[in-house]
């Protein structure tokens, strides 16, 4: 269990606007650099209800919005970010080859450049080399970003790892919180966990939920959690989730699901 702490963030964060959200996965990705500020921009430009982007630290200890462990993935730089400063970081190209020059942000200038709903991911998994379990020094820097910007918009942070979302809780209780599972968990069992802990959303991946089917979205909504799932950009799949009535669907293509979305009409 995490441990127990003796403050909370005075953070009031706004709630999630009703569903069904598109949530532009690591930004408009499909057009800009995953996890730029030009594909926030473009998620937004593109109507996306949210952004979602992952947190991880640097050696130094700033929150920074990197997917991967080392910053080859996405960069031209190598070695894991956690023992990079954040003024190597700011050195390295993130465009990948798509366009001009892009740094990676820091958080603080993520949420700096949003206009709309935030879906925070703190990275911190058992086996990688950045894990800090039970510290969770990575999502106390996040929330402690949160409060001294106080954050104008919705948020929800989200983690593969339930320490680190029960922290999340502990700390601000009034930020909404998502469970991860893998395309190799039962979302029944995502469910059975998020509903008796608290959390807000319930967070498949899509072949476990389409695997599970309707009946399963009935049966988080009755628990009264609300089901989001990832990654999807086949225009067929969106519709049928949207017509299932998911409450949020992840995306690499944001003006697709939007335009899905806005002509989807609910199936009996």
């Given at each position: 269990m995490a441990a127990a702490v003796a403050w909370q963030y005075p953070f009031m964060a706004q709630p999630l606007p009703a569903g069904p959200l598109v949530v532009a996965h690591r930004g408009a990705s499909i057009e800009a650099p995953e996890n730029t500020l030009t594909a926030?921009?473009?998620?937004?430009?593109?109507?996306a209800d949210a952004v979602e982007l992952d947190v991880r630290l640097t050696a130094d200890g700033v929150p920074v919005v990197l997917h991967d462990v080392d910053v080859s993935s996405t960069t031209d730089g190598?070695?894991?970010?956690?023992?990079?400063?954040?003024?190597e970081v700011k050195r390295l190209d993130a465009a990948a080859g798509r366009g001009p020059r892009e740094e990676i942000p820091t958080l603080a200038e993520a949420l700096s450049s949003l206009t709309l709903a935030v879906d925070i991911e703190i990275k911190n998994l058992p086996g990688d080399p950045d894990f800090d379990s039970p510290h969770e020094k990575a999502l106390v820097a996040t929330v402690a970003a949160l409060e001294e910007m106080r954050f104008p918009h919705p948020v929800l942070i989200s983690s593969f790892n339930w320490i680190t979302i029960e922290r999340c809780r502990e700390l601000a209780p009034d930020v909404a919180t998502g469970f991860l599972t893998l395309a190799g968990i039962e979302p029944s069992a995502g469910l059975d966990y998020?509903?008796?802990?608290?959390?807000?959303?319930?967070?498949?991946?899509?072949?476990?939920?389409v695997?599970?089917?309707?009946?399963?979205?009935?049966?988080?909504?009755?628990?009264?959690?609300?089901?989001?799932t990832w990654t999807v950009d086949d225009e067929e799949l969106i519709g049928?989730?949207?017509?299932?009535?998911?409450?949020?669907?992840?995306?690499?293509?944001p003006r697709l699901a939007v335009r899905v979305r806005d002509g989807a009409s609910v199936e009996e």
């Open positions: 926030f921009r473009l998620a937004a430009e593109a109507g190598s070695g894991p970010v956690h023992t990079l400063t954040l003024a998020s509903a008796a802990a608290g959390h807000a959303f319930v967070l498949p991946a899509v072949p476990a939920l695997q599970a089917g309707p009946a399963f979205v009935t049966e988080a909504h009755q628990a009264g959690i609300r089901v989001g049928r989730l949207l017509g299932w009535g998911v409450d949020a669907v992840a995306t690499n293509d």
